[in-house]
Structure formats: structure tokens, C-alpha cells
């Protein structure tokens, strides 16, 4: 998860995104290769097609941004290896 307290970040709608063990699944079941938005960083439209992103509206306050990564677990291991 990574957003900002914002509501917003830079010239986007999105407060950040929540990204999850069917992000890439999602993404690529939208018929658009993960390698062309990771080239192009274009996280907005790859988290937009898994309908991922946080919309909230900007806040009115900018306290800071969070980041939270969580890795492990079994279905960790098998979305890597059914994605590639």
C-alpha cells in the first residue's frame, strides 16, 4: 500500500494504491502486458485497470506519505509463479 495524506498525488485523482495477490492477474486479464506499464511507470493505469487505486479526494492536509510492504506467505510464492 503507498499513499499520501494528501488525498492525492502529484497531478493524479488517486491517493496511492493497494496493490494485492490478484493485482497483476487483474492487470492481465485486461489484455495489457505489466511490462509495458512498468517501462512507461505508468502505476496509474496498471492500478486503475486492477481497480486498485485509493480515491479519496484531496484532504486538505499533507502530513506525509506511507508506504506499507507485506511479503510472504504461500500465496505469495504461487501468484509469482503463475504470472510468469
Known sequence: ???GTDGI???TDAAGGLVDNGTLFRIKN????????LENNDSYQA???AEDLILIGATGTNVADLQLLIV????????LVKFY
Do not use: H, R, T, V
Open 1 to 3: 500500500m503507498s499513499g
Open 9 to 11: 498525488d502529484g497531478p
Open 30 to 37: 485486461k489484455n495489457k502486458s505489466i511490462y509495458e506499464l
Open 47 to 49: 492500478l486503475k485497470m
Open 72 to 79: 510472504g506467505g504461500a500465496w505469495f510464492k504461487l501468484a
